[in-house]
């Protein structure tokens, strides 16, 4: 039995569908129900990282499990959460982690990500450590003023970065917990080609089949709006990176390609299958 944490979210939820088309037997755990009905012969659990005690009826009898950690993960122990799964029986985990983990490492806004990283390494079970770039799925953001007036404002409008569709990060998350010649090994995810902010825009317009104006936002007018919804630390970390992305964010890495066997997708593609939620 595979447990996937964060079974409602953007890799969550396909994660868990791909695992069950595939026959696996999947426990699902989210703090909240799920929205939508799970597929045939998975079982929900609701159960929060950050008490895990809570985690323990999801881990009973398990083999493999998938950790993503929401937020800052500052609220969590990872040694605990790792000897509950392995109580359970689990003897391999895939982290979620994030590209930023290694190419900044002094960045604070990932600190506890790290010592998740950390922690894993030195468990029993044996580990695989996924490290995607920014989510295709961030422009979600978007969707309101796309709605509302057919605009999207962002920071650094021509500075491109390959952001990664959600759905090939569970599907290289669903093909390394099927296989264990993965263990011990730590993957970089991004997408096929760097893509900009006023790209973004032009490939949901596309999507659309209607324009959508990109207008060009300081970076202290961005700041100000992510920090509404977002940390100092995480938003100055963010804004560092679409700002003055070093070589090694920019550079598209062949690790997706070599685990599915195809390039991921494009941008362009995320945005037609999720342009329903822009109209």
Same mark, same amino acid.
């Given at each position: 039995?595979?447990?996937?944490?964060?079974?409602?979210?953007?890799?969550?939820?396909?994660?868990?569908?791909?695992?069950?088309?595939?026959?696996?037997?999947?426990?699902?755990?989210?703090?909240?129900?799920?929205?939508?009905?799970?597929?045939?012969?998975?079982?929900?659990?609701?159960?929060?990282?950050?008490?895990?005690?809570?985690?323990?009826?999801?881990?009973?009898?398990?083999?493999?499990?998938?950790?993503?950690?929401?937020?800052?993960?500052?609220?969590?122990?990872?040694?605990?959460?790792?000897?509950?799964?392995?109580?359970?029986?689990?003897?391999?985990?895939?982290?979620?982690?994030?590209?930023?983990?290694?190419?900044?490492?002094?960045?604070?806004?990932?600190?506890?990500?790290?010592?998740?990283?950390?922690?894993?390494?030195?468990?029993?079970?044996?580990?695989?450590?996924?490290? +995607?770039?920014? =989510? &295709?799925?961030? $422009?979600?953001?978007? #969707? /309101?003023?796309? %709605?509302?007036?057919?605009?999207?404002?962002?920071?650094?409008?021509?500075?491109?970065?390959?952001?990664?569709?959600?759905?090939?990060?569970?599907?290289?998350?669903?093909?390394?917990?099927?296989?264990?010649?993965?263990?011990?090994?730590?993957?970089?995810?991004?997408?096929?080609?760097?893509?900009?902010?006023?790209?973004?825009?032009?490939?949901?317009?596309?999507?659309?089949?209607?324009?959508?104006?990109?207008?060009?936002?300081?970076?202290?007018?961005?700041?100000?709006?992510?920090?509404?919804?977002?940390?100092?630390?995480?938003?100055?970390?963010?804004?560092?990176?679409?700002?003055?992305?070093?070589?090694?964010?920019?550079?598209?890495?062949?690790?997706?390609?070599?685990?599915?066997?195809?390039? +991921?997708?494009? =941008? &362009?593609?995320? $945005?037609?299958?999720? #342009? /329903?939620?822009? %109209?």
């Amino acid at each position: 039995m595979i447990v996937v944490t964060g079974a409602t979210g953007n890799v969550g939820q396909p994660l868990v569908r791909i695992l069950a088309a595939a026959g696996e037997q999947v426990t699902a755990v989210s703090r909240r129900p799920p929205d939508v009905d799970a597929p045939e012969g998975v079982r929900h659990r609701q159960a929060d990282l950050a008490d895990p005690e809570s985690l323990r009826p999801a881990f009973d009898g398990a083999d493999a499990l998938f950790l993503l950690i929401a937020g800052s993960g500052e609220d969590l122990n990872p040694g605990a959460i790792l000897d509950a799964a392995k109580s359970g029986g689990v003897h391999r985990i895939v982290l979620l982690s994030s590209q930023i983990t290694g190419s900044r490492p002094e960045a604070a806004s990932h600190a506890r990500l790290r010592a998740f990283e950390d922690t894993v390494r030195q468990s029993d079970p044996a580990w695989t450590i996924l490290r +995607p770039s920014g =989510f &295709a799925s961030n $422009a979600f953001q978007w #969707i /309101d003023p796309v %709605r509302s007036q057919r605009t999207i404002a962002a920071p650094f409008g021509d500075i491109r970065l390959p952001v990664i569709d959600p759905t090939d990060i569970a599907e290289a998350a669903a093909a390394v917990l099927r296989d264990g010649d993965h263990a011990g090994r730590t993957y970089e995810l991004t997408g096929p080609e760097p893509v900009s902010p006023r790209e973004q825009a032009q490939a949901i317009g596309g999507a659309l089949g209607t324009p959508v104006r990109f207008v060009e936002q300081s970076r202290a007018e961005a700041r100000a709006q992510m920090l509404r919804f977002m940390p100092e630390p995480v938003v100055d970390g963010t804004l560092d990176i679409l700002g003055e992305p070093s070589a090694a964010e920019q550079r598209v890495s062949p690790t997706v390609e070599r685990i599915l066997g195809r390039a +991921p997708r494009t =941008f &362009a593609d995320w $945005a037609v299958r999720n #342009i /329903d939620a822009f %109209r």
